[in-house]
């Protein structure tokens, strides 16, 4: 399975944004260098806000593209559509359920086996959540204090229905508005409508 393995507090400097949601990542400045008086053209906008979208969910170019894809055949806005299927993958909404504090975490509590979707276990990162389904964390994995610890200090999301301390409800489908990310998902749309 390919990962991205480069450098993250590095990469969140170039791109401008704290796209791991780490509180260092943005601390260290080149002496002498200020990104933000560099002039960027139309298309190195577009470009830096589809790297920005790609990095924040820590999906591989490939995989990317395949979510344009379907969010140009969609019948919704594209931009939009496009944030609510990545926003809609496990390993997103295990960190937004709050059972991992970053969303590295919530991949590979995913990986190793620690979710159940609808009382199965499930560990792909990429699954697609539809409405309804409840996401649980595993009877055994419930008596790790690292995820009690995480569950403490969660934050509620409108479109996520808590039944119990281990086990949260999509009740609906996010609207791009209640999606937290710093993203001009209209800049990714142009990019890839004169890519593909």
Do not use: C, W
Not at 39 to 52: N, P, T
Not at 131 to 159: C, H, I, T, W
């Amino acid at each position: 399975m390919a990962r991205m393995r480069d450098a993250r507090f590095k990469r969140s400097r170039s791109l401008g944004l704290n796209v791991y949601g780490h509180p260092k990542a943005m601390n260290r400045q080149v002496p002498g260098q200020d990104r933000s008086q560099k002039k960027l053209s139309a298309y190195g906008r577009q470009l830096l806000e589809k790297q920005r979208l790609r990095y924040y969910y820590q999906v591989m170019e490939k995989q990317f593209k395949t979510y344009v894809k379907k969010a140009m055949k969609s019948q919704e806005t594209t931009g939009p559509a496009l944030v609510q299927a990545l926003e809609m993958r496990l390993d997103n909404m295990v960190y937004r359920m709050g059972f991992a504090r970053t969303l590295r975490q919530a991949r590979q509590m995913v990986v190793h086996g620690h979710m159940e979707v609808n009382g199965k276990k499930v560990d792909r990162p990429s699954f697609a959540l539809q409405v309804g389904d409840k996401v649980s964390l595993r009877l055994k994995s419930q008596a790790m204090s690292l995820f009690r610890d995480n569950l403490e200090s969660r934050p509620d999301y409108p479109y996520l229905e808590r039944s119990g301390d281990y086990q949260v409800t999509l009740s609906r489908l996010p609207e791009r508005q209640e999606v937290p990310i710093e993203i001009d998902d209209h800049l990714v749309v142009e990019y890839y409508s004169k890519a593909m």
